[in-house]
């Protein structure tokens, strides 16, 4: 119950993390999302199929993203403004 008022429900968690990698990989087309899942076993080492359980992700692109975000009186971290700058390279 604790890290639920802490953190919020997982899997609206986890849904907001679907959409930042579907915007990046719209706003974004060169960059690269590995994301890495495991399968789920319940306390018992029970397997339950058609559930994963997320791993790590992993990213990688050519530009810089600068990222000003904030943390409200609920300790929810809220994104305020971000852009996108290209990296460097050797005309720069």
């Not at 679907?18 to 789920?40: D, F, G, K, N, S």
């Amino acid at each position: 119950m604790a890290m639920n008022q802490l953190y919020g429900e997982w899997d609206a968690s986890y849904n907001k993390f679907q959409w930042w990698i579907a915007a990046m990989r719209e706003y974004v087309p060169e960059i690269v999302v590995e994301l890495h899942t495991l399968p789920y076993h319940d306390r018992g080492n029970q397997l339950h199929l058609g559930k994963i359980i997320f791993h790590q992700m992993f990213w990688t692109y050519t530009q810089i993203l600068l990222i000003t975000i904030t943390q409200d009186k609920n300790k929810n971290i809220l994104p305020v403004t971000f852009a996108i700058f290209e990296g460097k390279n050797l005309e720069s």
